[in-house]
């Protein structure tokens, strides 16, 4: 019996204590973005002369909002966020699974691979922005190797053309974070298929 209330006992010190270490971050958290989210959405409901709030609108300015010419834009960036969220999930997590299939096949050289593969996850996104933005620009490195393969001729504007860009920046980030997925999926693959890999005998 006092076996078990000592048990008890810390098993309610150690529930205060991670109470106790996770109050501090909370509250952070609810003062920087709860507050904030509450606070413009209840800002929404007013109407604004300035910093100032006249009176009590209701849902008028969301009916505004959803309202020509507004509500196009507003479905417009919908719709490239549902695509952008598909295309991520698809091509960025495909070719992870792929490099992983790969990498898992490959015993020598693998950590070389993974290397190159993973590379692109280290590099700023503005870095990266901004290197893919020399190489995609109108007669950069993309457009004279495609012209010298005779695969397109004249000027290359996939960042320019809005049938092309939404593809192309899905593309790039796809590209940046796909090391992280093939190199997770390479490790829990060879985890749990090749027993060498926890220490195991073959």
């Not at 078990?4 to 909370?26: D, E, G, K």
């Not at 910093?51 to 020509?68: C, I, K, P, T, Y």
């Not at 919908?78 to 015993?107: E, K, P, S, Y």
Request: zero cysteines.
């Amino acid at each position: 019996m006092s076996t078990l209330r000592r048990t008890s006992s810390l098993r309610r010190t150690q529930q205060r204590m991670a109470v106790l270490f996770i109050l501090p971050a909370l509250a952070v958290y609810a003062l920087f973005v709860l507050y904030p989210l509450g606070m413009s959405l209840w800002g929404s409901f007013f109407v604004w002369k300035g910093l100032r709030m006249v009176e009590f609108a209701g849902l008028s300015n969301f009916s505004r909002l959803f309202a020509f010419p507004s509500g196009a834009r507003i479905y417009g960036a919908l719709w490239h966020n549902t695509a952008w969220f598909f295309g991520i999930m698809v091509f960025q997590n495909g070719l992870g699974l792929l490099f992983a299939w790969l990498l898992f096949l490959r015993d020598k050289g693998a950590a070389f691979f993974q290397s190159v593969f993973f590379f692109p996850a280290v590099l700023s996104p503005v870095i990266v922005g901004a290197l893919w933005r020399l190489l995609l620009a109108p007669g950069g490195v993309v457009e004279w190797a495609l012209n010298g393969l005779g695969l397109h001729q004249g000027s290359l504007t996939v960042l320019g053309n809005s049938h092309t860009a939404l593809a192309m920046l899905i593309a790039v980030d796809a590209w940046n974070w796909m090391g992280p997925a093939g190199a997770d999926l390479h490790g829990r693959s060879a985890a749990d298929f090749r027993p060498d890999f926890r220490g195991g005998k073959t």
